[in-house]
Structure formats: C-alpha cells, structure tokens
C-alpha cells in the first residue's frame, strides 16, 4: 500500500510493479509512474506528448 | 543461449510487461534502459552496454526511438527494429513512399506546404477526405474532412496553430472500410497472428476503444503483410489493412508495434513469438560479431 502523491489516497500495487510501469488512481484518477519499487514511489506521470505511439 | 537484453523504455506498457514476463521466464537478462535519464554523445553514450546481445526499442515517444536506435546503430550494438525501420515507420510519407515504391497497395496520397494548395489537393479529391499528421500515433489530430468549410477551418488552424510538423498537409483519399480494419503482427515479415478493429467511428485504433477480436491471416493478407514488412526494412511490425471492397490497402506499419490487446484477442502466445524472434536475432547477431573477428 502507498499514497497517491495527487490526493493522498491508499493505492494497492501488484506484485509484480516495474520501475517506469504507470499506475491510474482510483480515487482521483491521476496517471501515476511507479519510479521505486522496493518500496514503492509513486510520481505523477508525463502527460502524453504529441509524437507518443507506436 | 541465455540473452542479455537491453530494453529501451519510458513508459513500461502491459506491452512490455508481457514481454519482460516471457524474457525473465527463459533465464534472459534484461537490463531496462530509462531513455529519459541517458545521455548519448556521438561515440559512446552513459548507457553501460558492455555484454549487451541486442537492445530492443521500445521507446513511447518517437524521436527518442528515432534518435536512440541511430546511436546504438553508431556504437555497433545491435539494436531492432533498426534505425532506418524506425525513421520510415513513423514518417506517413516515408512510409507511404516506401509501400508504393514496393508495389504495395496503400491509399492515394497527396503532399502540400501550403494551406492552399492543401486545399486544391482536398477539392480534387473530393469529399470526404482525410488529412492526417505525418508524424502521430493512436489516431491524434486526424480529420476526415466532409466540406470545403470544414477544410478551410482545419488547414488555417493547422497553419497558424501547428507545430512546422503540420505545415506538412497529408492529404488522403478517404477508404469506405467496412468498419473495421485488420492488424497483422508480423516478425521479419512472417504474420504472428491478426485482429481486426471494429467501432462506429471511423478512426478505428484499439487504445480509441474499437472492439478487438482474433482473424484469421489469410494466405492474401500474410503476403501482403509480408510485402507492407519488406518494403519498410522488416523486424517487429503491426501491419494495419483496409478492405476496400475489392481488395486491401495498407494504410500504416507500426515499428514499436503494441500487441496487448491482439493478445487478448488471440490464442497466440504473443509474447512468446516475440521472444522467440528476438532469440534468434541475438543469435544471428553473436555470429555476425564472431564472424568480423575471425
């Protein structure tokens, strides 16, 4: 369990969580990217760029 | 023969999660490389590459994948898809130049510089038309036009507003598809499996909600994914088809091709194949290597 550093709500991860996996909050919905994972950090993700895709 | 992988990365996608999944599952290494904190000088670069088999790009953005698969390329690392995939894939014109150069049927297309002769390209044309980015991904910023007010509207917005990327009007005829267009993984040309992309709107992108469900790859649709492959250099491609009514067109090949959502529409072991190929790749790239020293 970790805080979203949006709204500070409790967000649950899986066991599995890799560094530059993106995460959406449930509670206030913001994209987040999980940047540590032992323990967990959790930051807001780039917003999406006009050349993303694939 | 256990891979050192190098994946290039700035967002990890379900996409990537899979294929980390299917990597570490077979004993592989895999060294993930955050583009966003790397420097990249013009002889070596902050990346520690030293044992690397091969680097994947799996970059989000283009001009990162664009730039950092021309560096490994420069520092002889072996990297796919490779650099000159990359630049035609993710240029509409390159691509559409590179299919019609290999005889691969794709949608009659028209460049202009201008907003007027972008419009006289759109009026003999005809309507509906469609004018897309030369550079975008997941349907951004694509218009199907269906009058010369909506196409003054859009070309002046795009003149003044645009990034000089929009002052490049593609202008293409619009395809009357049956609601629904085919996607083809394929690896080196050789179709892993396909889908189609169903939705009332006429953009029909899976990540814009179009309905996902398995295809069948004809033998007609695996020759012409095969061709759309070769003709933009090959590797790991999503090869997007129309059907026209009388045929197929190819609209688009996709060099960091997503495959989450075939993967859901499939039996395929998606993932799988992909790592299979990527094993082989590493292989062929140990021999080339060995085969220069000797």
Known sequence: MTACPECGADITLHDDIEVGEIVDCATCGTELEITETAPPVLERAPELDEDWGE | ?294
Not at chain 2, 57 to 80: I, L, N
């Open chain 2, 1 to 294: 023969m256990s891979v050192k992988l190098g994946l290039l990365y700035s967002r990890i996608r379900k996409d990537e999660k899979l294929l980390l999944g299917e990597l570490r599952d077979r004993g592989h290494t895999v060294e993930k490389i955050d583009v966003r904190d790397q420097q990249f000088g013009l002889r070596d670069s902050s990346v520690d590459v030293e044992g690397l088999d091969l680097v994947l790009d799996r970059c989000v953005a283009t001009s990162r994948s664009k730039y950092t698969t021309q560096f490994f390329e420069a520092y002889d690392v072996p990297v796919v898809n490779s650099p000159a995939v990359a630049d035609t894939c993710s240029d509409k014109v390159k691509t559409s130049l590179a299919l019609e150069a290999a005889d691969v049927p794709t949608p009659e297309t028209t460049v202009a510089f201008t907003a007027d002769a972008a419009m006289a390209a759109i009026e003999d044309f005809g309507y509906p038309v469609v004018l897309k980015p030369v550079v975008g991904s997941w349907g951004r910023l694509m218009a199907r036009i269906e009058d010369e007010h909506a196409a003054e509207a859009i070309l002046e917005h795009k003149a003044t507003l645009g990034h000089y990327e929009h002052k490049v009007f593609y202008v293409q005829e619009f395809v009357e598809k049956p609601g629904r267009d085919i996607r083809v993984l394929t690896l080196d040309g050789e179709p892993v499996a396909g889908m189609v992309r169903a939705a009332d709107h006429w953009i029909t992108n899976a990540n814009r909600g179009a309905e996902t469900e398995a295809f069948e790859v004809t033998e007609e649709i695996a020759d012409l994914s095969a061709a759309a492959s070769e003709a933009v250099g090959g590797g790991l491609l999503g090869v997007d088809i129309m059907e026209t009514g009388d045929g197929y067109t190819v609209h688009e090949v996709n060099h960091t091709v997503e495959y989450k959502a075939l993967s859901d529409a499939v039996d395929v072991d998606v993932p799988a194949a992909v790592v299979d190929w990527l094993e082989q790749r590493a292989d062929d790239a140990t021999d080339s290597a060995a085969a220069a020293v000797a």
